[in-house]
């Protein structure tokens, strides 16, 4: 299947995304998943090959989809089906989310299971708090009709906590999912140490949470995750090239 030079660099983008959930040690063997959307009104997207380690996903290798499941390269492996209902729920309605990332790691789930979730703690929370929405456990994510509630629950949010089950950050490019998840994640890491050193806690003022949203668009001077992303694409070439095959 011949692609235009625009899903090409999404393919190189979102297949190191892939190495680097593998390198940060977020992947859950081949359980978890990423996507990103082919610019069109068709609504596919590029998702993991089910079965493939993370660090062993190429731009080369991830499978195009349509909103029904369908493969668009019937030589192509078959895609996660639970993977799918996430990602073609929020694809499907979300014209803003180029990029959908989902991670069962042990600190993440662990404040999904968290009654109160993700706490103002760190100055990292601020930045998923002011735009965090929650989505209630339902089993594995196969059914149609769980889509509709998930579309609703994140609503214009760009980070969720699906209770019991992980997190989820949205982006309009790869590079912001990807800096999104790595700051919600982090400050999941954070709360989970402080919550265990039996000791009474500070929490930021809420009013500061309101002014967070302007403050990172100053830390990222503009350019959100693209500030960090060449950098990581570097890091990768030195450690990890085969990404881009």
């Not at 190189?12 to 063997?29: I, K, Q, S």
């Not at 989505?135 to 579309?151: C, I, P, T």
């Not at 982090?186 to 050193?197: D, F, H, M, P, V």
């Amino acid at each position: 299947m011949r692609i235009s030079e625009e899903e090409r660099q999404l393919r190189v983008d979102l297949a190191a995304a892939y190495r680097l959930v593998a390198l940060h040690g977020w992947d859950d063997l081949i359980f978890t998943h990423l996507s990103a959307r082919i610019p069109g009104k068709d609504h596919h997207f590029l998702i993991n090959p089910y079965g493939m380690l993370f660090e062993e996903i190429t731009a080369s290798s991830l499978v195009r989809v349509d909103q029904d499941g369908n493969k668009l390269n019937d030589d192509d492996f078959d895609i996660n089906p639970a993977g799918f209902t996430i990602h073609s729920a929020i694809h499907a309605v979300r014209d803003d989310a180029t990029c959908v990332m989902h991670t069962h790691t042990v600190a993440g789930v662990a404040v999904s299971a968290q009654q109160d979730g993700l706490l103002p703690l760190s100055q990292q929370s601020l930045f998923p708090l002011a735009s965090l929405a929650y989505h209630d456990y339902e089993g594995v994510a196969l059914r149609e009709d769980e889509k509709a509630r998930l579309q609703a629950d994140l609503g214009d949010a760009n980070f969720m906590i699906l209770r019991n089950h992980g997190l989820l950050t949205v982006g309009s490019t790869i590079a912001d999912a990807f800096l999104g998840m790595f700051i919600l994640q982090r400050a999941c890491e954070i709360q989970i140490g402080a919550l265990s050193g039996n000791r009474p806690l500070t929490p930021i003022d809420d009013r500061i949470v309101s002014t967070i949203r302007e403050q990172a668009q100053q830390v990222t001077k503009g350019m959100g995750g693209m500030l960090a992303w060449p950098g990581l694409l570097r890091k990768l070439d030195r450690l990890d090239p085969g990404f881009r095959d």
